[in-house]
T-cell receptor, first 116, second 111 residues
Framework: GAGVSQSPRYKVAKRGQDVALRCDPI?????LFWYQQALGQGPEFLTY????????KSGLPSDRFFAERPEGSVSTLKIQRTQQEDSAVYLC??????????????FGAGSRLTVL | RKEVEQDPGPFNVPEGATVAFNCTYS??????FFWYRQDCRKEPKLLMS???SGNEDGRFTAQLNRASQYISLLIRDSKLSDSATYLC????????????FGTGTQLKVEL
């Protein structure tokens, strides 16, 4: 596609519910990143994929967070048993290349999660 | 010390003014740096990349000081449309192509 597409754009969940957030990166982009952005803060790294391999998940805040990219394109971030502190905007970004060396990220519009 | 530190602002400046933001970073091995712009309730978008001593693009100039480990962003002749949050971005220490974002500096350009 022309850009990074994320869905849903807005999600309201009751505490304890499971949610799934989808990211469709730019076609052909090798690297895919998930970031979490709380109000008034910069994006915080969650996890990184190179093709279908999850190379780094060190930023996932707890074992309630799980991400996958089974075919190396679309990715899903799943949050189990949501808590109020999970309320944030979840940003997906992709970049053309993988490997070492920082690369330019293209972000999606984000999924705004509100946990009541 | 945080990986990336920025003054959150806000910086309130009149239209036409020159304004500069600084950003300090802790990863002395970083080779590339970025400034992203984020409008309210929008996603971050790349403004400038900085790979050597600096970069200039129209009214925007980014400079890198490796010895002091800071990068700066200078905006000349500010426009109302420049109002946004400016995010300083550096590679995560030992993290390959993963990027660490600062908290951002908010700029408000006023009439």
């Amino acid at each position: 596609g022309a850009g990074v597409s994320q869905s849903p754009r807005y999600k309201v969940a009751k505490r304890g519910q499971d949610v799934a957030l989808r990211c469709d990166p730019i076609s052909g982009h090798v690297s895919l990143f998930w970031y979490q952005q709380a109000l008034g803060q910069g994006p915080e790294f969650l996890t990184y994929f190179q093709n279908e391999a999850q190379l780094d998940k060190s930023g996932l805040p707890s074992d309630r967070f799980f991400a996958e990219r089974p075919e190396g394109s679309v990715s899903t971030l799943k949050i189990q048993r949501t808590q109020q502190e999970d309320s944030a905007v979840y940003l997906c970004a992709s970049s053309l290349v993988g490997g070492s060396g920082a690369n330019v990220l293209t972000f999606g519009a984000g999924s705004r999660l509100t946990v009541l | 010390r945080k990986e990336v530190e920025q003054d959150p602002g806000p910086f309130n400046v009149p239209e036409g003014a020159t304004v500069a933001f600084n950003c300090t970073y802790s990863n002395s091995a970083s080779q590339s740096f970025f400034w992203y712009r984020q409008d309210c309730r929008k996603e971050p978008k790349l403004l400038m990349s900085v790979y050597s001593s600096g970069n200039e693009d129209g009214r925007f100039t980014a400079q890198l000081n490796r010895a002091s480990q800071y990068i700066s962003l200078l905006i000349r002749d500010s426009k109302l449309s420049d109002s946004a949050t400016y995010l300083c971005v550096v590679p995560i220490r030992g993290g390959g192509n993963k990027l660490t974002f600062g908290t951002g500096t908010q700029l408000k350009v006023e009439l």
